[in-house]
């Protein structure tokens, strides 16, 4: 079966697919057309033709997944002071990444900055950063939950973090004197 025969055969039921679970219309496209492509260049490797469908949905939802994490992140990254998509005002979630961000690297113990690196900031799922650690589901399900609770514990000693009703910190105040949460003691924001 040939790429065009796959994209004949699929693409309505593809987009079908998409659109049910992202709103844009255009996404829609650029993720049937990156669906495609991954099909284009690897469907010389199939060797059962009659599992040719099951083998091009299993790539639609590796596209789906992938295009939810680069929105989480992008969502993660986006600038201050820009309105909300609901017209909710700015939060400080940019400046509160960057205190987790350098406690990340600093203040966590290896095993469980490598293991909340690899979820939080690389977006791998947990069974495959315990393939990529050598470790078991279980073990790296733990080193997870322990460093993002070691997280929260080092900003919660330093910051009183005050949230909205979709979680982003809308203010905060500092705890304890020196230069922790990224300012001066005794400083507050708030929205």
């Known amino acids: 079966m040939s790429s065009e025969q796959v994209w004949l055969a699929m693409r309505k039921q593809l987009a079908g697919f998409f659109r049910r679970r992202v709103a844009d219309e ?22 059962d033709e009659d599992r040719i469908d099951a083998w091009v949905w299993r790539i639609a939802r590796g596209v789906l997944v992938d295009h939810r994490r680069r929105a989480r992140s992008e969502e993660l990254e986006s600038p201050e ?12 979630n940019a400046e ?6 350098e406690y990340l690297a600093k203040q966590l113990p290896e095993e469980q900055r490598e293991a909340v690196e690899l979820s939080d900031v690389q977006g791998l799922t947990q069974p495959a950063i315990a393939q990529r650690l050598g470790l078991s589901l279980t073990a790296t399900k733990s ?17 009183h973090l005050e949230f909205d009703s979709h979680e982003n910190v809308v203010g905060y105040r500092r705890r304890s004197s020196g230069t922790c949460c990224g ?9």
Do not use: I, K, P, Y
């Open 26 to 47: 255009h996404t829609v496209e650029d993720l049937v057309s990156e669906t495609f492509l991954r099909v284009h260049a690897a469907l010389d490797s199939v060797q």
């Open 183 to 191: 300012g001066a003691a005794g400083e507050s924001a708030s929205c």
């Open 81 to 92: 002071g820009v309105e909300q998509q609901d017209g909710e005002a700015a939060n400080f």
């Open 143 to 159: 080193r997870v939950q322990r460093g993002r609770q070691r997280l929260r514990e080092l900003v919660a000693s330093c910051c």
């Open 96 to 101: 509160v990444n960057s205190w987790l961000a």
